[in-house]
Each structure stands twice: as C-alpha cells, then as structure tokens.
C-alpha cells in the first residue's frame, strides 16, 4: 500500500484551503440536523445533573383528632397540630449510576453528531470529485471535437482520397461526442446546485479539490463512530447490572414530625420506611440486565467483524483500482497518444490510414475517459473510508 501512498499524493491537488473552509463551515452552521444534534447532547448534559440530585424532602402540616361536631381547638391530649418532614436517601448510591448512564446516553449523541459532520463532509468532498470529473470530461472531448475538426480539414482538401463509410462513421462519432458534452455539462450544472444546496451558498461554482487522508493505522477500525457508540452502549448495560444489583436494597425514607398539644407536652415522632424485596423482582430485573448486557456485547462483535469487513474491500478497492490507473498512465494512454499521432500524420497517405485513425481516436477518447473514471474511484473509496471514524 506504501506505493499507492504516493500514487495518491500525486492525484490529490491542493488548491485553496480556504475555500474548502468557508463551504464546510457555512454547512455545519446551517444544518438543521446538526443544530438538532446538538441541543440534544446539551439537553442530555441538563438530564445527567438532574438524575444526580437527591428528590425534594416532604413537608406536611397537620391538624389531628378534629372533632366533626365540636372543631375547637381545646384541652384533649389526643388533639395536636403537627409538622412533619420526609426525606429519601440515596444511601446506595444509586443516583450517580443514573446519571453516569445519562452521561454515556450523551456520549453516542456526541459520535452521531461527529458521523454526521464526517458524513456531510464526504457527501461535499464526492461533490467536487463528481465536478471535476465532469470538467475534465467536458476538456477531453472538446479535445476530440478538435482533432474531428483537424480530420475534417484535411478531408476538404483530399476528399476524392476518403471512402464515404469512414466519413460517415466520423460523423456518427461527432454526433455521440456532442451528445456526451451536453449531458456532463448538465450533470455539471446539477452537482454545482447541490453543493450549493448542501453548502447554503447561491451562485458559487465548484473551483477547488479535496485533499484526503491516505494512511491509516491497522487498528482504524477501533475508531469507527459505530464501534464506539456500541462500546458506550456496553458501558451503559454494565450500569444496568450494577443499579440492578443495588436495587435490592431500597433507598430508606426519614420521616421527622413535631406535634404541638395545648395543654399537654409537645412531642417528635421519628420513623424510617423501606421496601422489602420479598417477592422476586429485583432478582428477575438482574437476570434481565445480565442478558442485555450478553446480546450487547455479542452485537459488538457483530459490528466489529463488520467495520473490519468494509475498512478490507475499501483499501482492496483502492490497490485495484491504483494498479488500473498505473497501467492506464503507463502503458493505455501514452500508447494511445502515439498512435493517434502516427495516424496524424499519415491519414492522407491511404485510405486505409482513414478508419485506421477513426479508432485510434476512439481508443484515446475512452482512456482518457477511464482515467478520470478510475480516479474519481479512488478519491470517493478515500472519502468512505475517511468518514468511517476519527483520523488518529
């Protein structure tokens, strides 16, 4: 892959950084996902530090023993007029479980928001990769248009020379020449309304390249957003078992009251509540957290095997298709360039020369067309795997 490497640094220009800059910042500011994305993570962040706190005490007022028929307050000892507060405690600390489950809720939302960024970012580089390509097809067979042109000429000066059938043959492939410019200048027109619709520009033409990553590590995939919001998820499960666990023992209730009696002494009343786990709930709630926890993990592996899978046919995609365009700049288009300029020079010497040269033409036109085809393959594969997680 080394070779490749720098096949690759030679195929990416690098043109105004800037540019490429100001689009990708105009995106992400005016992307209504993105601002979506990130009210939630912040709605999260909110979520996390309510889950931490303790619940309100109770405060409660009384007034006992109220006589129906007689509601004076007067000399009873069973009458008295009361305040009492109520607290729950965390005493098992369950409260940060709830809110480290929130805060690893916000952590996917933050690799969402990351594999969308990445996302948005591929989908503008396969734009300009898509223009230019399109540029270059549309100079290339402008190109050939000129070379029927410069056929043409000598055809006017020597046409008793040229048999009709070639003459023919050159102008059906005239005619499929223009059809083709047509078509990618308003695939052209059409990639730059798109950028500009993604970009939230008007008017703004597509005048400069993407540059790519083009080394990554043997453990990229560890990175991927998926791999990473899944190992969240696992982390989160992990909590499930642990609050399931504490969960057998219920947070105790503290109960204080003060009651005031006219003629009598005052007196406290002092109590704690708690539930009992008699009757197999919280046993059946562990059994649960443990099997989440086991299909989590095991879709974990699922997921890695996966990543693993797409990172191996994207970097084979890019070593196949590296060793297509060596042999199309080294063997395919130089070979072509030199017959079309042999039968250049030597169309009017026969008639054979004529059909001879119709196909050389040809043969140029549908290389420099394979070139293009086989880089804008290597620079968008550059773009899949560069969105598939952090660059590290």
């Known amino acids: 892959m080394k070779s490749f490497s720098f096949l690759f640094f030679l195929l990416c220009s690098f043109l105004g950084a800037q540019s490429f800059d100001v689009a990708i910042s105009k995106a992400m500011q005016n992307n ?120 043409k000429s000598q055809i006017d000066s020597n046409s008793s020379d040229f048999l009709l059938d070639e003459i023919y043959k050159m102008e059906i492939l005239e005619t499929k020449i223009k059809l083709k410019l047509t078509q990618f200048l308003q695939n052209q027109k059409e990639q730059i309304i798109e950028f500009n619709e993604i970009t939230f520009q008007e008017n ?6 993407p540059t790519f990553k083009k080394v990554w590590s043997k453990d990229y995939y560890k990175f991927s957003y998926e791999l990473l919001a899944q190992k969240y998820k696992e982390q989160i499960e992990e909590e499930n078992i642990a609050l399931a666990k504490r ?69 084979n995609t890019l070593e196949k298709k590296g060793e297509e365009l060596v042999l199309i700049e080294s063997k395919l288009l130089p070979n072509a360039k030199k017959l079309l300029t042999l039968y250049q020079k030597n169309i009017s010497s026969s008639k054979s ?18 070139r293009i085809d086989v880089k804008g393959g290597i620079w968008i594969t550059l773009c899949e795997l560069e969105s598939i997680g952090e660059e590290r």
Request: aromatic share 8%; glycine share 2%.
């Open 204 to 209: 703004q033409d597509i005048d400069f390249n």
């Open 247 to 315: 969960s057998f023992f219920s947070d105790p209730t503290l109960n204080l009251g003060y009651f005031h009696r006219k003629n009598h002494q005052d007196f406290l009343s002092f109590g704690v509540s708690f539930s009992l786990p008699i009757y197999g709930k919280e046993v059946l709630s562990l059994q649960k957290a443990h099997k989440q926890s086991q299909i989590t993990k095991n879709t974990t592996l699922e997921i890695e095997n996966k990543i693993k899978s797409k990172i191996k046919k994207l970097q």
């Open 32 to 151: 209504s996902k993105i601002k979506a994305l990130q009210i939630q993570i912040e709605k999260l962040e909110d979520e996390a530090r309510i889950a931490r706190k303790w619940d309100n005490p109770n405060i409660a007022l009384g007034y006992n023993a109220l006589y129906p028929n007689d509601p004076s307050y007067r000399d009873d000892a069973m009458q008295s007029i009361s305040i009492s507060l109520a607290q729950k405690f965390d005493l098992f600390a369950k409260k940060p479980i709830e809110s480290q489950k929130i805060s690893l809720q916000r952590q996917i939302k933050i690799l969402e928001l990351k594999a969308f960024q990445k996302s948005l970012i591929k989908e503008i580089k396969i734009r300009i990769i898509k223009s230019n390509q399109d540029k270059k097809r549309i100079a290339i067979l402008k190109s050939t248009l000129d070379n029927i042109a410069l056929f």
């Open 353 to 370: 020369a004529m059909g001879a040269y119709h196909q050389a033409l040809n043969d140029l036109l549908e290389a420099e067309l394979l």
